[in-house]
Structures are given as structure tokens and as C-alpha cells.
T-cell receptor, first 116, second 110 residues
Framework: DAGVIQSPRHEVTEMGQEVTLRCKPI?????LFWYRQTMMRGLELLIY????????DSGMPEDRFSAKMPNASFSTLKIQPSEPRDSAVYFC??????????????FGPGTRLTVL | GESVGLHLPTLSVQEGDNSIINCAYS??????FIWYKQESGKGPQFIID?????DKRQGQRVTVLLNKTVKHLSLQIAATQPGDSAVYFC?????????FGTGTSLTVIP
């Protein structure tokens, strides 16, 4: 398995532009998580899905952020309009339904977003 | 004005020595804990986990200790190697959500 795949790996955009980050979870995993990592705040959970349904989006900063999971193999995180303070590394992670013990999350390589 | 960044605790150890990284968690209801390793430019990577009904678990060169009384978790790395240099996060699980600590930066001195 290739692991969690994210694209693009790097994104540089100008303030006000729309940004779409993409994630392909590991096949068979029921849960998908979007995280943001910054030097100021560390690793923060933005939203997570179970069986393609958003379960908790309380970590989404504001209405400029939205996430979708149209099917089990694809999710997007969209920022519209983007602002310089959105600059961060965005990670997608997936995990299988916990089977007795482990709820390990498998992280993708991240997308480094820079908003100028 | 000057921005204040996240100042990670740092730990420097000699190659071959043992390392101990500590973490305090916040929720007494958390029932599952994971240690992650994050190398520069990469996503966090699972190292070892432990459930709340255990107080110790061992892996290859790593041991996790859990003290629920004081809500403290530690990661011990035996015979630390240069490849162990990274930021280490503990994460506590409540329900299906993980809450991550701020991390500790480990530097191994050859």
C-alpha cells in the first residue's frame, strides 16, 4: 500500500485565492482526519470523517474552510478566500475502525501551504 | 511586533545513551495513547501505543510508561541512534479524537 497520499506537496498562492488540498486515504480505512501544523499552535485537528460523513468539524477555523469526502478514497480541504495566516502544513491521516486495541492514525506527507 | 512561536522542549543525548521523553496529558478519561515521531519535512509516524489498562509496554528499543495517577506518559528509547533525531509527540485518545502534545525535539550527538 502506498500509504496516505496528499497533493500537492507544496502550494504557494496569493491572498484571496482559493486553495484546494487533496487526500487519498489508505484503502479500507473508515476514518479520515485533516490536521494543521504551525509553529505557533503545533498540530491541530480540523475535522474528521467516518465512512465519508463529517463527524466533528469544531476545529475548522472559520467559514473560509470547508472539507468534503465524496467517496471512501478521496477527500478535499478547501480554503476560500485564503489569507496569510492560513500558511501551515496540512496533514491528512486515516485509520481503520479500532479492532480491540489500536486506533493508530497513518499520516500523509503533508501539504505545505504558503499564502503571500 | 515580534511573533512568539512554539518553543519545543529539547533533549540532546549522546549516541548510544538512553533517552527519556516525557509528556503530561490532560484528560483523565483518555483511554489510549500513542507516541509519534516526526522527522523534518515528514508526517508523524507511529512508534508505540498503550491502553489505559496498562502501565508499561515495550517495543523494539522503545518502552512507553503510563502513570494515570499523575496523567503522565513517557517514552524511553534505548541505545539512541542518530536516526532517532526528530520531534516526538504524545497523543491521547478520547472517543475517536486524538489530542496532540506540543512535542519534544530530540537531537542525537554522534
Amino acid at each position: 500500500d502506498a500509504g496516505v497520499i496528499q497533493s500537492p506537496r507544496h502550494e504557494v498562492t496569493e491572498m484571496g485565492q482559493e486553495v484546494t488540498l487533496r487526500c487519498k486515504p489508505i484503502s479500507g480505512h473508515d476514518y479520515l482526519f485533516w490536521y494543521r501544523q504551525t509553529m505557533m499552535r503545533g498540530l491541530e485537528l480540523l475535522i474528521y470523517f467516518n465512512n465519508n460523513v463529517p463527524i466533528d468539524d469544531s476545529g475548522m477555523p472559520e467559514d473560509r474552510f470547508s472539507a468534503k469526502m465524496p467517496n471512501a478514497s478521496f477527500s478535499t480541504l478547501k480554503i476560500q478566500p485564503s489569507e496569510p495566516r492560513d500558511s501551515a502544513v496540512y496533514f491528512c491521516a486515516s485509520s481503520p475502525t479500532g479492532t480491540g486495541y489500536s486506533h493508530e492514525q497513518f499520516f500523509g506527507p503533508g501539504t505545505r501551504l504558503t499564502v503571500l | 511586533g515580534e511573533s512568539v512561536g512554539l518553543h519545543l522542549p529539547t533533549l540532546s543525548v549522546q549516541e548510544g545513551d538512553n533517552s527519556i521523553i516525557n509528556c503530561a496529558y490532560s484528560n483523565s478519561a483518555s483511554d489510549y495513547f500513542i507516541w509519534y515521531k516526526q522527522e523534518s519535512g515528514k508526517g508523524p509516524q507511529f512508534i508505540i501505543d498503550i491502553r489505559s489498562n496498562m502501565d508499561k509496554r515495550q517495543g523494539q528499543r522503545v518502552t512507553v510508561l503510563l502513570n494515570k495517577t499523575v496523567k503522565h506518559l513517557s517514552l524511553q528509547i534505548a541505545a539512541t541512534q542518530p536516526g532517532d533525531s526528530a520531534v516526538y509527540f504524545c497523543a491521547e485518545n478520547t472517543g475517536n479524537q486524538f489530542y496532540f502534545g506540543t512535542g519534544t525535539s530530540l537531537t542525537v550527538i554522534p
